[in-house]
């Protein structure tokens, strides 16, 4: 079967130049389902019989430094690099991760046996300018048009060579709206424990994959269900069952669906702010606490879930910024609403959360509410959303002020030095407790009339 498609102009060079030097180039990865499925196609990589050597002779500029025979070409508009790959087989993979020996291979063929899914091991041949003969030696194209996630031969022979080709099984699927082929999801079942292996690193990039994608209260889901949950996120799999169904409370699930149920009902799509949404009430498996009467209290849960944020964080190597942005929107989403407290108390807020986090924990919120079974809206919330902006207008620290250390000593004609930090004091506090516009020439006129 053939396809007519207009890739880049780069990459028709690419298929032209290793032609005409004799070697043989296919078009393989994702972006060869993409076109099948006539989706925006990025990140278009490559096979080739041209060993890493042979390569750098056609492209003198292109870099190479690994042992996996992927040779990178900077892309002409600054996009993700184009990566060609000299074919290869794989050989023994002891640690689940690695495979302990990469050889050339002779062929296409080769090549695409060793490739996780069969939707990922199909290749295209160009034929002539915008037009390619489609490869597929495992029927890639007919499950990509039925949805379908299927390993390429046995699943757990390759589940064991990299286990996580499980948790890419659960993305694509999240990312794609597909199923995973029972005899695949069984071997994930199976194999599940394999995932232990795999660094924190690795397991953390395809958890947000998961979150960032179209689907991902599903995606957790199928990690749930396939045994992937227990060995990556425990503290949350153990959420499942706790309940929470109380007189006069509005909760209606367990707090593990009620996780989920959230960060589908999650604004935001940002991953870290899915995933702090995900785990937000880990915290309530420790604090439960079930009266006689039938009412559950949940008291502090978000401290003991803040604490358990960090150890996730730690665990799954997060950067500085991604653990403290997870830490703040756990440990502060249990904020009030109520629109008889101070701007004082909305100021704490505001600190606590941090400016850039407030749309992400207000999004968090909702997904909360709604994950619940509450209403979509509340007036209280409306309410305070406005507090907040009113609130922001306000300075929160003296260099926020529309004066500084020179209009000081240049009204009050003194030298720098400690009393120029008294003024600003002085004038802070006033536009704080007193309601002084910080507005320049408001503060300048009541900077005339205080002493420090």
Known sequence: MTLKLTPPQQVEEILTNFSQAGYEIFIVGGVVRDAILGKSLYDWDFTTSATPEEILKLYPDAFYDNKF???????????RPYEITTYRTEHGYSDSRHPDEVKWGKSLEEDLARR???????????IRPGEFEIIDPYHGEQDAQNKVIRSVGNPTARFS???????????????????IEEQTLEAIRINAPLISKVSGE???????KIMASESPADGYLLLHNCGLGE????????????Q???PGRHHIYDVGTHSVESVRNCQSPDPITRLATLIHDVGKVRTQKVFPDGKITFYNHEMESAKIATKIAERLRFSNAQTDKFFRLVRWHQFTVDERQTDSAVRRFIHNVSKDNILDMLSLRVGDRLGGGARETSWRLERFKQRLVDVQKQ????TDLKIN????????QVPTGPQVGKYLAALFKEVVDKGVPNEKEALLERLKQISA
Do not use: C, H, W, Y
Not at 395 to 398: C, E, K, L, T
């Open 161 to 179: 060579e990299d286990a996580l080709r499980m948790m890419r099984a659960v993305r694509i699927a999240a990312q794609l709206g597909f199923a």
């Open 244 to 246: 929470q169904q109380s």
């Open 202 to 208: 690795r397991v953390r990039d395809e958890l947000l």
């Open 69 to 79: 025979g992927t040779v990178g070409i900077e892309d002409s508009q600054k996009g």
């Open 231 to 242: 060995e990556i996120l425990p503290e949350m799999e153990k959420t499942f069952g706790v």
């Open 116 to 126: 996780d899914f069969t939707i990922n091991a199909m290749a295209l041949k160009q």
């Open 395 to 398: 300075p929160f620290s003296v």
């Open 405 to 412: 250390g020179r209009d000081i000593m240049e009204v009050k």
